[in-house]
Antibody, heavy 118, light 107 residues
Framework: EVQLVESGGGLIQPGGSLRLSCAAS????????MGWVRQAPGKGLEWVSI???????YYADSVKGRFTISRDNSKNTLYLQMNSLRDEDTAFYYC????????????WGQGTLVTVSS | EFVLTQSPATLSLSPGETATLSCRAS??????VAWYQQKPGQAPRLLIY???NRATGIPARFSGSGSGTDFTLTISSLEPEDFAVYYC?????????FGGGTKVEIK
């Protein structure tokens, strides 16, 4: 059974850093498209970043240069390093695994809340 | 960036009725559109990928159609558990983008 469990969210001051983790089970992270999707409270969905099985990474313009997606194959875990956090980064962050074609989110974690506030 | 516009914003229907949700892209995304369902306090769930393919375990009352810039999600004979928010998403070009969502509420 595919499972994704996020951790690492919390309250952080503007300008601070956080690292989100997504522990995967039931499949191999390095063999799949993996990504992070966020949702500000009461708002819509925004695709933040994706890492392909070959290692190529892509970022939304809103986080480029501040966020870094990575994976640890030995731990079967996906990460999102978030630096220089801003108020507008406040959101639930969902870890996702690619679906049948890879370009859609076929599996989701339960989400972790990041709150950026002074 | 490809912009997806969903309409209507809210759809008020009764159980047993048919819901027709629209998603329009600012440029052609061929057939690279997915649909998701999200209930309060839950992560989204993939329903449809590549415009018309149902994801694993999705009931046959959910169907998708369209190509180019115009896409439709149809939910036939609404069940009580179908009242939720629905999002479309394109994977034609990065950044992948979502529509703003359509809320299907009980009339």
């Amino acid at each position: 059974e595919v499972q994704l469990v996020e951790s690492g969210g919390g309250l952080i001051q503007p300008g601070g850093s956080l690292r989100l983790s997504c522990a995967a089970s039931g499949f191999t992270v390095s063999n799949n498209y993996m990504g992070w999707v966020r949702q500000a409270p009461g708002k819509g969905l925004e695709w933040v970043s994706i890492i392909y099985s070959g290692g190529n990474t892509y970022y939304a313009d809103s986080v480029k240069g501040r966020f870094t997606i990575s994976r640890d194959n030995s731990k079967n875990t996906l990460y999102l390093q978030m630096n220089s956090l801003r108020d507008e980064d406040t959101a639930f962050y969902y870890c996702s695994r690619g679906g049948p074609t890879g370009g859609e989110a076929g599996y989701w974690g339960q989400g972790t809340l990041v709150t950026v506030s002074s | 960036e490809f912009v997806l516009t969903q309409s209507p914003a809210t759809l008020s229907l009764s159980p047993g009725e048919t819901a027709t949700l629209s998603c329009r892209a600012s440029r052609s995304v061929t057939r690279y559109v997915a649909w998701y369902q999200q209930k309060p306090g839950q992560a989204p769930r993939l329903l449809i990928y590549d415009a018309s393919n149902r994801a694993t375990g999705i009931p046959a009352r959910f169907s998708g159609s369209g190509s180019g810039t115009d896409f439709t999600l149809t939910i036939s004979s609404l069940e009580p558990e179908d009242f939720a928010v629905y999002y479309c998403q394109q994977r034609s070009n990065w950044p992948f983008t979502f529509g703003g969502g359509t809320k299907v509420e009980i009339k």
